[in-house]
């Protein structure tokens, strides 16, 4: 069974740069499909970016297209989203997800997409 460990948050200013980790147990991890997902103080949990197994197809929400790249070392057993530019609007507890499921053209969206979830990382851009 896979396990996930957020790293990486904390309190950055307006326009910083942020790389987040994801570190995973379990010598499945490169065929699990992953994700970020965040969850910003009265909201709901929304998708932030996903990667295949492979790494070969990634795909983000809108709100951070342009500015986070989410990549992936199996070597390592590692997700990371690297996040540029940050605005305070980027505030929220960021989760790392993975399922052990890949298809070639669907992107992995959606909360219930992902069958395992970290313990989150909060992150804090002042203005």
């Known amino acids: 069974q896979v396990q996930l460990v957020e790293s990486g948050g904390g309190l950055v200013q307006d326009g910083d740069s942020l790389r987040l980790s994801c570190a995973a147990s379990?010598?499945?991890?490169?065929?699990?499909?992953m994700g970020w997902f965040r969850q910003a103080p009265g909201k709901e949990r929304d998708f932030v970016a996903g990667i295949s197994w492979n790494g070969g197809n990634t795909y983000y929400g809108d709100s951070v297209k342009g500015r986070f790249t989410i990549s992936r070392d199996n070597a390592k057993n590692t997700v990371y989203l690297q996040m540029n530019s940050v605005k305070p609007e980027d505030t929220a507890v960021y989760y790392c997800?993975?399922?052990?499921?890949?298809?070639?053209?669907?992107?992995?969206?959606?909360?219930?997409?992902?069958?395992?979830w970290g313990q989150g990382t909060r992150v804090t851009v002042s203005s």
């Open positions: 997800a993975g399922t052990p499921t890949y298809s070639g053209t669907y992107m992995y969206m959606n909360e219930d997409d992902y069958t395992l």
């Open positions: 379990g010598r499945a991890f490169s065929m699990y499909t």
